[in-house]
C-alpha cells in the first residue's frame, strides 16, 4: 500500500480526460496534475522542444510526493524514447495501453489513429502497434484544428465547425475500412461523439486518456501501490499560466466544477 498521489501531466487541459477516468476507477487515490497551460500546444513543436518540455514537467511533479507517473499527453507520450524517463517509480504514457486495447479490439485487423501533427509523424502508434501485432494494418491522420477547436469549446455534437473538419481529416481512416480508431491525443475524448457519428456504427473508438487511466492502475495494482481503500482521493492541479483560465475550461474537460484546488505556479 502507498499513499503516495498519481502524477499526471500534460500539455494543458487534455490529460483531464485521464484524470476523469482515474477518478472514476479508483475514487481513493490522490491526483496531482500538472497542465503546461502557459506552452500548450505542443503537437505543433519540434521533437527537441517537446522532450525538454517533458523533462520539465517531469521534474515539476516528482517535487511533490508522487508514486507514479503518467504523460497522459499523446505528443509528449510519442516523443519518449524506448527508455522510461523515469526509474524509481512506474511510469506510462498513453501510446502503448491504447495500442494494445486497439489490437485486442479489432475484428478486421484494421486500425486508424488521429493525433497531433508530432504524434503522427513519429509514427509512435504504428511501432507500438506493430510490436504488439505486425499483421495489422494502420492508416493514421493528424488533425492539427481539433486541439483549438477543443481549447475554445466548438465541442457540441453537431457544431458545423467541428463537423467540417472532422469530415476532411476522417476521410482517409474510413476509406481505410477501420473498424477501430484510437483517440490519440487526450483532447479527442471531449468530441468523440462527433467523430463516432462520422465513422460510422462499426467504428470502436479508444480512447488513448482511458486506456491509459486502466494502465496506470494495473501497474499499481500488480506493484502492491494502491492506497488505503478507506480513503477518499483528493486531486490538486498546477497550471503554469492562468487559475480562472483553467477552472472555466476544465468544465468541457471534466464535465462537471473542477473537483480539488487549482494552483498556477511556474516549472
Ligand atoms: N493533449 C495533447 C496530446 O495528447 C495535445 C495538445 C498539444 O498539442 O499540446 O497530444
Not at 71 to 84: H, I, K, Q, Y
Not at 141 to 156: I, K, Q, S, W
Not at 202 to 218: C, H, M, N, R
Amino acid at each position: 500500500m502507498n499513499q503516495d498521489a498519481i502524477g499526471v501531466f500534460d500539455s494543458g487541459m487534455g490529460g483531464l480526460t485521464a484524470v476523469k477516468v482515474l477518478n472514476e476507477i479508483m475514487p481513493n487515490e490522490n491526483i496531482i496534475y500538472f497542465g503546461d497551460t502557459a506552452r500548450i500546444p505542443y503537437g505543433t513543436r519540434s521533437r527537441q522542444t517537446i522532450q525538454r518540455y517533458t523533462k520539465e514537467d517531469i521534474a515539476f511533479l516528482r517535487r511533490h510526493p508522487v508514486k507514479m507517473i503518467i504523460a497522459a499527453c499523446g505528443t509528449v507520450s510519442s516523443m519518449l524514447g524506448a527508455d522510461s524517463p523515469v526509474d524509481d517509480m512506474p511510469f506510462t504514457g498513453v501510446v502503448y495501453p491504447a495500442a494494445r486495447a486497439a489490437c485486442q479490439a479489432t475484428q478486421n485487423g484494421r486500425i486508424g489513429i488521429i493525433g497531433t501533427p508530432a504524434t503522427v509523424s513519429s509514427g509512435s502508434y504504428e511501432t507500438a502497434i506493430h510490436n504488439i501485432d505486425p499483421s495489422k494494418d494502420v492508416t493514421a491522420m493528424a488533425c492539427p484544428l481539433f486541439v483549438h477547436l477543443v481549447e475554445y469549446g466548438y465541442t457540441d455534437r453537431n457544431n458545423p465547425i467541428t463537423r467540417l473538419a472532422a469530415e476532411e481529416y476522417l476521410a482517409p481512416i474510413r476509406s481505410a475500412e477501420v473498424d477501430t480508431l484510437i483517440l490519440g491525443c487526450t483532447h479527442y475524448p471531449i468530441i468523440a461523439d462527433t467523430i463516432a457519428d462520422i465513422m460510422g456504427d462499426g467504428v470502436q473508438l479508444i480512447s488513448a486518456s482511458e486506456e491509459a487511466a486502466k494502465y496506470a492502475k494495473q501497474c499499481l495494482e500488480e506493484q502492491d501501490l494502491l492506497t488505503d481503500s478507506t480513503q477518499h482521493g483528493h486531486n490538486v492541479y498546477y497550471v503554469s499560466d492562468s487559475v480562472s483560465m483553467f477552472r472555466e475550461n476544465a468544465r468541457h474537460f471534466l464535465m462537471d466544477a473542477v473537483n480539488g484546488q487549482v494552483f498556477s505556479s511556474r516549472i
